[in-house]
Every structure is written in C-alpha cells, then in structure tokens.
C-alpha cells in the first residue's frame, strides 16, 4: 500500500474537505471571524470540483440560498460564527419546517452580540439546540480535533440527508484555528449517505408523506415532482394547514424522525471510565483538557474518567446515563456559564455534579481540570 | 491521596512543545507551520500547530506554538515549552517565563540584548539574513535551520523540502542559501 | 329566484337567442366573489350583478369577445365559451 | 370564428396551471389585483411554452406572496423578505430553471431592501414580480416604503411623514439589467412585460401596480377596486409619453413600458466560466 501523506490542515480547512467528501456541491456564506476560512477554502476548492459558490449579501441570504439550493437538488453548507448564526435562525427554523438537509458550521466565539471575536467558547452550545423559535428536534456535532472535523462534518452532511433536517455543526475557535496533521479520508472509505428520492409517479406523490421513519421522500425540483415548500404549517401535500388533526401530525413528525432514532446519531468517546471514581464530562477543545487532564490524573493515581460527547443534540440521555453509571461525582467543563451542565443535572439527578467553567476567552488548561478532579475526589 | 495530586502531577513527557516568537512580520507563523509539515513529512509524528489570533497577528508581538508528540496529542496548546524562539525582546520578555526548566533558548541576537540566562543560544539571524542572503524576510528560515541543529527534532532533509514546498517560486535560491546559513552557524555554536 | 343567480348564466327572460349557440361567457360562481370588476369593465354592458353582486349575462348578445372581463378576473371564475 | 378558438383557448389557459387538489377561490381579497397578476403571470409562461418543470416560483411573506402556491409549478413560499436569495439558492443550483420570485412592496423593499439591491446587483438571471400596493395587506394595513407620502395607513394615521421608494429606479441604480412597470388594469401590457423580463437574460423585475381597496382605498377614499382600477387607468402614462413630460406634469402619474433594458454578463454565466477554468485542478 503506498504510503499516504498526512496534510497540515486548520479545522476551518478540514470542515471543507470533509464536506466536499460528503458531497457539498454548494456553499453560501458572509465572511465572519472565526469562520472565515470555511468560506475561503470553500470558494477555492468549489469550482475545481463543478460546485458552486456564493458569497451573499448576509447571513440571512447566505441560509437562505443554502437551503434554495438543497431544495434545488444540491448538497449544501453555510458556515458563520455566534453573530451570524443568530442571524441565520430564522432560516434555519425555515428549514426545520421544510424539512430541508443542510449543514450550518458554527465557529463558537465569545457572546453575547458581538463578543469576542477571535476568542473561545461554547456558549452556543443551547443555540444550537433551541435557537430557532417553535418545536422540532434539533442536531448537532461536535469535533474536537482537526482529523474530527473532516468526520464529523461528513456525518453531519449524513445525518442531514438521512432525517431531511438542518444538522449545526458546532466547532469553536481553537479547533478551527488549529492545524494538525491528517489524513483526509480515500474515495469510499467512509459511507456517504444520500437523500431518498421519491419512487411514486409525480400524480401520487405526497410531498410530506407519513413514512414509517417519518422521513419523506425528497425530489429536487425539475425532476417532475411540482411541489410547494412553505414555512407555514402544512399537511403531507405541503399545503397551509389550521386544522387541529393536522397540526401536530407535522409536529410530531418533525419530532419524532429523530427523536426516535437517537441511536443513529449519538457518538461518544470514553477514557477510563471502566473504575472512575469521577466522570468528567465535555466536547469540542474543552475536551481535549478533559482528555489531557484524566491523562495526567491517572498517572498519579485519580481514578478519573473522560467522556467525550461527539454529538451534543439530541442529547445522549440514556447512553451518558448508562456510562457514569458507577461513578458518584462528574464534573461538567466548558467554556461558557453552564449550558451542557443543565442537561446532566436533567438526567442524573441522583449524582453530585460539578461545573468547570471558563469564559475569559481562552480554553480551559488541563491544570485547572486537574485541580477540579482534586476537589472533587 | 486526593490532597497531594497537583503536587504530584507532571506534565506528559512525550510532548515537545515549541514556541516561534518574535514581532508580526518576522514570520512566526508560516515558519511555525513549515517545522510542522517538516516533522509531518519526516515520519509519524503528530503535531498541533496553533497561534495567538486576531489584531494582534497583524502588527505588534506574534507567536506560534507548535506541540509534537509520537502519541495523540489531546491538549492543543503548549503548556511548557520545551524550546523557545525569541526574534525580539519584547517577544523574550513575554515568553520566557513560559520555558521549562533546562528548556532550549534560541534568541536572535541581532534585536535581543538583555536574556535573563546565560543558558541559551544566539545567533544574529535578521543580520545574517540582511548580510548574507541580501533579504531580511529569510531570518524565520535561517532561525528555523538553526532549530534543526540545535535541537535535532526534524532532521535537515525533511525542513529543507518542508521550506521549499513553501517557498513562492522564484525564491528557492535565496530560502536553499538561508537553510545552509541556519545549519552552518548553529554547527558552530552547539554544545 | 332566477337559475341566473346561481349558475351565472343568461336567465330566461335574456333575448339571448339559443339557436346561435351557448351563451359567450361561463361564470364560475363558486369561485366568483364578487368583486364588480367585469362588470364595471365591460364596454356593452354584457354583465349585471344578480344580488350577491356576482355577474349574470343579463345581455349576452352584445358580448364582443373584447377580453376584458376575463383577462381582469383576479380569480379565473369566468371563461369565454364560443365554439 | 379563428377569433373566438383564440379567446376561448386564453381564456382558459390559466385554469391549467392551476394547482391540483389546492382548494379555489384563492385567499384574497374579492377584487384584489394580486389574481389579476396571477393571470397575467400564466399567460405570459404559457406564451412562451415553457414546461411546468422547468419553472420555480419563490415568494416571501405577504399577500402577494401566496400567488406560488396556487400554480402547477415547483413552488417555494419563504420568509419575510428573503425570497431573492432563496431564489438565489435555486437559480445558482440549476441554472436552466426559470426562477421567478413573487413579491410585495413591503417584502421586497422593506424587510428584504437589501436582498433585493444584491440581486439587481448580482445580475442573476431571476425574474422578479414586485406587486405594488402601497400598503401592508396581510397584517392589516400599514405604512410600507412605497406608500406614498402625506397618505393613510394604520401605522401613518395622521399622513405619512416618510418619502417612498420608487422600486425601477432603485433596481435599475442597483444594477438590474430589465426594468419594467405596468398595472393591474392594463393587464395585456402586464402580461407582455412579464414574458419580456422571463425571457430576459439577467435580473430583471416587473413592477405590477395594483390595488389593496381594502386597506390603501379604504384609508385613502380611493374607493373599491373598480375606482381604483379606473385611477390607475387615468394615470398610467407610457415611457415614451413620459420622456416629453415635465416633472410637474408627471407628479401623481404612473410611467408604464420598458423603463431600463440593458445588456450585461450575468451572474451564473460567469460562474460558469470560472468553473471551466478551474474544473479539475488540485
């Protein structure tokens, strides 16, 4: 076998190619620090590849003609950070609502408003979840390393086509700054997930169709399929609806599709947790001080484990349950004033949670993770 | 036990950690990412190569970290720098405190004058590369020869194609001529 | 109550003469809301409002086939229906 | 009877673009203009025999915007003001489609102004149908940038302090390459200019002049939709007509016709060749 050369990449680069893997044939975006590159590597690499770019006006045009395009029949990404993410909301609910596939990449920079631009955090990380108004069921990534964000975007892109939804990608700003040598994955070595096409004639076809998984098949426009895609609340032909037999028959659905099959998309790494005394809990660069950190506590004798969430929503109820099972104290780091922290206290009632947190800008050391494992123990 | 743990801890030794400092400009960045894809090329090695971002890249201090290890490299940032690069001395007075205990030092001696060690090595790199290869933009190559030798943590065939994968065409010349520099004058000095 | 209300067209007083073929115009009642605007259009004054104010043919044998009824409707509800 | 074949196969046309199983009479307004443009719309798709399959309607939020829906066409109803790039998306993606956004005055140029500059900007081949009411109709009423000053809305009770917008010079200052206007009333020139602006290579709008009789009417004793028709009527003024008047003569007046035709490189053209330069490189 030929000896493959490793590429020095910064996860902003890696995000590009991963998502080309994947099939991004469309890219639109608003150049937005600590994105930025995303869109860079996007315009450079696009046209090589027959795909296309776009730099829009906004954030808002820049979703809205992402999710145009998908719609049109083509892969697409957007990538931006806190500011524009906020602004992309209303589009991204669109897309909810739409059921539309697309991948929003969101570099998470210091908040609120304007914040911190060329800083860490993770304050999004329940933006993510639940920053477009109304109900659905939202998810979202989590890469901590450069080699990461290649795969995690391709399973986001995945994931997408999968549940015909808008899938966030969450990097921060460490990561996407960073470079580190990998190796970008070979033609067909990872599987590359496509949207199902619809195979009733276009007379019987039922745009929002109830299916068993609660996926509908989509056609791209020009294929025949003449459909309308609103915003509003609609029945299975994508017509406006008020009827209260309708109503949550959507909503559910929108629900359900993924809610349902949680399997599918939770991802978890977990470091000596087998004995662990203490779980600490963590994603993106925060995990890698985590990591760094039951490292150098183990050395010494702490009976510390790490887990690593790779997908933060939905969120890993069952699974995060089952594996702090044994230990009595976790310790929840990130870099922000406790959002994932929340969601343990939600499901572990019964365990003494700590938080970690850091939010001057900078990421946590694993000195500081490592004095909070000695507390704690 | 629990009390004595931070006593106890020791930084993981399978890291080396480097930080390439000096004024923006000087090229701390790209002479940062050329060592990573040296060592990249070379062999197995895993690198994480980060820097301070934003306002301050443009003008004023710069650093680039770079963290090798033979294992995964959790932790991305340098923790305890194993090797220093100071061009200036605002640069030096920044990170020195940063340098670990028996750390390697290397300060171009052109622009620093005052280095709170005598354990260190110094070579006039923006004078050599003024002097000898006529363009002063060559100082965070000839530095980057001199951390070769010096420190022997990429070997010279692998920075040698590492910089000239790099170098903007038409430059190749001047960057061959300030790699021979670096690896002769830090020949002259290692202990 | 003449089918005229209903149906849009020509009742049975109109001296629309039958032999000559259908009436000109076929009004979709259902879909008509009234709105007056073929009726205020027609230059012959082919179209008078029944009294939900929707257009009957009141004197279908002065429709020119100008168009203008039709082309204005915002919603489709009348056709024209020569043969 | 070649004359009446012709008239009855029109008049007819647009009962098959209708959408199958979307319930009619529309949900507008009785008398709104908005149908009147949805007519012409047909008409002009038919006239140039273009495939239901080939055509995407793209609309953003108002009245004006639910015209997509009730059309045989791929049909994508949006959100306030963001139907241009969304149109953008779509075009960009399969560039031999026809995109045409539907859009009001208040979608277009208030909410989404800046959407709208960028596209005329851009120079992509979408055709944009800007139904000029005035007036916001589907929340009740209020003051949009094109309601007129010194006029009434429920948001301007005491007379609109604020200038208006004129939507053909800003399309046609912001780089649109066909610029057109006509109204409700003179439906045949409507139904030309928008078949000019699909065939048209480039951004091109049309702006409909129409009536909301119900609120800009009401609010203003401007009377139904037949008394508005008739004022449109009175105050339609071709381009031609227009060059010889004087800014006074023309105070009040509505200039239909081509108002900007021009050639220039379009948007997806140009990508195009960037894509063929590039193709292949690594």
Known sequence: MPARERKLLQGNQACVHGAIYAGMRFFAGYPITPSTEVAEMSARLLPRIGGRFIQMEDEIGSIAAVVGASISGLKSMTATSGPGYSLMLENIGYAYMTETPCVIVNVQRGGPSTGLPTKVSQSDTMQARYG?????????????????????????????????????????????????????????????????KPTASPEEFEAFALTPNGVSPMPSYGEGYRYNVTGLTHDTHGFTTNRVDEIPVKLEKLRHKIADYTDEIEKIRVEHMDDAEVAIIAYGSAARAALQATDIARKVGAKVGAVQLYSIWPFPDAKLKELCGRCKKVIVAELNMGQLITEIERIMPDKQITTLQRYDGEILTPLQVVKKIEEVL | MAAKLLDKVE?????????????????????????????GGADERNVVQSQSYGPEARGGASKADVVVS?????????????????????????????LKEGGTLII????????????????PFTQLAREKVGIIMVANVIALAAIAELTGVVTREALTKAVLGRAPRGTEDKNRKALEIGFEEAAKIKK | MTDADTTGKPGPQSKYDYSKGPAPLEINMTWCKACNICIALCPKQVLEPDRNGKPVQARPENCTQC????????????????? | MATAEKAKQKSDVTLHYLRPGKKFPSVWCPGCGNGVVMGSLIRAIDNLGLSKDEVVLVSGIGCSSRLPVYLDFNSLHT??????????????????????????????????GNHFIHACRRNIDITAILINNHIYGMTGGQGSPTTPGGTFSTTTPYGNVEKHFDPCSLAAAAGATFVARSTVYHEPQLQKLIGQAISHRGFSLVEAISNCHTYFGRLNRKGDAVAMFDAFKERAVPVGKASKMTEEELEDKIVTGVIHNVEKTEFCDEYQKVVDAHMGEK
Not at chain 1, 139 to 144: E, H, N, T
């Open chain 1, 132 to 196: 477009p108004h109304g109900d659905y069921c939202a998810i979202a990534v989590a890469p901590s390393t450069v080699a990461d964000t290649v795969t995690e975007t391709i399973r986001a892109f995945n994931l997408a086509e999968r549940f015909r939804t808008p899938v966030t990608v969450l990097l921060d700003e460490v990561i996407a700054h960073s470079r580190e040598l990998i190796y970008l994955p070979e033609e067909g070595e990872l599987e590359i997930y496509n949207r199902v």
């Open chain 2, 11 to 39: 930084i993981p030794k399978d890291r080396y950690e480097m930080r390439l400092s000096g004024s923006g400009g000087q090229g701390m960045i790209l002479a940062a990412v050329i060592m990573s894809e040296a060592i």
């Open chain 2, 70 to 98: 033979e294992n995964e490299i959790y932790y991305p940032k340098a923790m305890n720098l194993d090797l220093l690069l100071a061009m200036t001395q605002e640069s030096l007075d920044s990170y020195y405190p940063n």
């Open chain 2, 108 to 123: 171009d001696t052109t622009l620093v004058t005052d280095v709170p060690t005598d354990n260190y090595f110094g070579l």
């Open chain 3, 67 to 83: 168009t203008l009824c039709w082309i204005h409707c915002p919603d489709f509800a009348i056709t024209s229906n020569y043969k």
């Open chain 4, 79 to 112: 959100t306030h003001g963001r139907a241009l790039p969304f149109a953008t998306g779509a075009k960009f993606a399969q560039p031999h489609m026809k995109v045409i956004v539907i859009t009001g005055d208040g979608d277009a140029l208030a909410i989404g």
